[in-house]
């Protein structure tokens, strides 16, 4: 099934190398403050070079982080924050790099891995009690990161539209993070260095074929025209080489995995679905629901049933 998977490599890759955006804006954190302060929410007094935080919500409630993907802003769970309302505080990461956040710590060498930390330490440090993490896309990996080297951090742990080794889908049977290290290296060098104009039409392509309602597409369209180039291209390799299959066992929290069929009609729904299975075989316990009708940002695309799943999720005991 790997190999059958692999025949959509080609596009995955082309859609996420659109992800490694030239900067056409980056504010820092005052601004992102100021520009968002009409929004309702705050940023957590945390100091970090490698994310920043945003919190929405009343003190007390039971606090949920929400990670997005490569290149996403934090904007992308705006839907998710106005569903909730006051029932949970809302810790939204905005990694360093993407979507208009200067590159600080993430300008060079892996980016996933060392924000997962941070994320780490931000929960031990603002004394959040057993958070219930969600992740999109990248934000999935970092959050199988964080549930299976720190689990007693983590309550909950939604992975939404990832698998735990990206790299299986561009080789064949049997492939490994070593072997298909020259691999990744090309995709990094071919985004690294691209000009801007080439990414830019990469970007229009990649949001048709991640977001299937046209009127959600510009905001993510914006998110990655506005995130530095090396940072993106940076965490596109270092997501190719994380194999976290030998790690999920150590996850205890509670996980569910949603996720959509592949974006190509040669990957059918039995497919994805068994990609899917094999993928998690390490985390038994883990629910694997697939959202049909659905691109990539699935709670843009299906944000009803994204919120029911979520809900149901976040209150099971």
């Known amino acids: 099934m790997i190999r059958t998977a692999s025949i959509f490599a080609s596009g995955a890759a082309a859609?996420?190398?659109?992800?490694?955006?030239?900067?056409l804006a980056q504010d820092g954190h005052v601004n992102h403050a100021e520009g968002h302060a009409a929004h309702g929410h705050a940023h957590a007094a945390f100091a970090s070079d490698r994310l920043h935080v945003r919190v929405d919500g009343p003190e007390g409630a039971p606090d949920l982080i929400l990670i997005p993907g490569l290149s996403s802003s934090p904007e992308i769970w705006q839907g998710v924050v106005d569903h909730l309302g006051d029932r949970y505080r809302v810790h939204r990461i905005h990694v360093q790099g993407f979507a208009g956040a200067p590159a600080e710590g993430n300008a060079s060498g892996p980016v996933a891995a060392p924000v997962a930390e941070e994320i780490a330490r931000y929960i031990r440090e603002q004394g959040l009690r057993k958070p219930a993490v969600v992740g999109h896309s990248m934000g999935g990996t970092m959050g199988m990161m964080l549930a299976a080297r720190h689990p007693d951090l983590v309550g909950k742990l939604m992975v939404v539209d990832?698998?735990?080794f990206m790299g299986a889908m561009f080789g064949p049977p049997g492939t490994t993070a070593e072997s298909i290290a020259p691999v990744a290296d090309q995709v990094f060098t071919a985004q690294s260095t691209a000009p801007r104009d080439q990414y830019l039409i990469q970007a229009k392509a990649s949001v048709?074929?991640?977001?299937?309602?046209?009127?959600?597409?510009?905001?993510?369209?914006?998110?990655v025209e506005t995130s530095d180039q090396q940072v993106s291209a940076a965490a596109f390799r270092e997501l190719i080489l994380t194999d976290l299959r030998p790690e999920l066992g150590k996850i205890t929290a509670p996980t569910e995995v949603?996720?959509?069929k592949f974006n190509d009609p040669r990957m059918t729904d039995a497919i994805t679905d068994t990609i899917y299975q094999m993928s998690f075989a390490n985390l038994p316990g883990a629910k694997l629901k697939r959202i049909d009708d659905s691109a990539h940002f699935i709670m843009l695309d299906q944000p009803t049933a994204f919120y029911g799943d979520l809900d149901a999720?976040?209150?099971?005991?």
């Open 162 to 164: 990832m698998i735990p």
């Open 313 to 317: 999720f976040l209150s099971a005991k």
């Open 15 to 23: 859609l996420l190398l659109a992800a490694a955006q030239p900067a």
């Open 208 to 223: 048709t074929g991640m977001i299937k309602t046209e009127a959600a597409r510009p905001g993510p369209l914006g998110d």
């Open 258 to 260: 949603l996720y959509v």
